[in-house]
């Protein structure tokens, strides 16, 4: 299995301002995707985060709000830009070793916007 | 898009009881994933399952994939305090590439 870091693991933003996730694993994964968790809810996905290349957004998200970064197979950022009330949640960063290969989370961030 | 449908949605069981929950699709799937997320953690994998039939177990939770592909469940049996969180399933399409879809969550609540 791999481990996951997050970093922050909690945060309180002002609107209008910008956070930037970071993500680091402890090994090589092929695949790496970012969720939200809104309060009492299920897990969404925001986009694959693809190494070398622009993230693959699910429909409801866009670049611009939610860039991500994946300079290499260990690594990945996602930035909540001009942050709103609405973007109070939890981000979740996982990976995964192939298509059909387990899951796995890091220990989120806590996102509270005011 | 996909939905998956998780029951119950939430659970209130004694110390000891046996406990079930299960997720259907819309669509067959080719992976089946169980996971707990306790407050202010992500989610842990529990169980992941590959082929229809497949019955598998991890200590005191048993899960299986359905022969339809439709369809899992997740048995937790003795239930201890330490059950207590939040259950996802999740499922991976055949045709959704690497993608997952989770489904709402049982919370699971043991009065010791």
């Known amino acids: 299995s791999a481990v996951i870091s997050q970093k922050p693991s909690r945060d309180i933003c002002q609107r209008g301002t910008s956070l930037t996730i970071q993500c680091q694993v402890d090994?090589?994964?092929?695949?790496m995707f970012w969720y939200r968790q809104q309060p009492g809810q299920s897990l969404t996905l925001i986009a694959t985060a693809n190494q070398g290349s622009e993230a693959t957004y699910e429909s409801g998200f866009v670049i611009d709000k939610f860039p991500i970064s994946r300079p290499n197979l260990t690594f990945s950022t996602l930035t909540v830009s001009n942050m709103s009330p609405e973007d109070s949640s939890i981000y979740l960063c996982?990976?995964?070793?192939?298509?059909?290969?387990?899951?796995?989370f890091g220990s989120g961030t806590q996102l509270s916007v005011l | 898009g996909q939905q998956l449908n998780q029951s119950p949605q939430s659970m209130f069981i004694q110390e000891g009881e046996d406990v079930s929950m299960n997720c259907t699709s819309s669509?067959?799937?080719?992976?089946w994933l169980w996971y707990k997320q306790d407050p202010g953690e992500g989610p842990v994998l529990l169980i992941a399952l590959y082929k229809a039939g497949e019955l598998t177990s991890n200590g005191r939770l048993t899960a299986q994939f359905g022969i339809t592909r439709k369809d899992s469940f997740l048995n937790i049996s003795a239930s201890i305090p330490s059950d207590v969180g939040i259950y996802f399933c999740a499922g991976q399409e055949e045709t959704s590439g690497s993608r997952l879809t989770f489904g709402e969550g049982t919370q699971l609540t043991v009065n010791p």
């Open positions: 996982s990976g995964r070793q192939g298509w059909n290969e387990k899951l796995f």
């Open positions: 090994s090589q994964v092929t695949m």
């Open positions: 669509s067959i799937f080719n992976t």
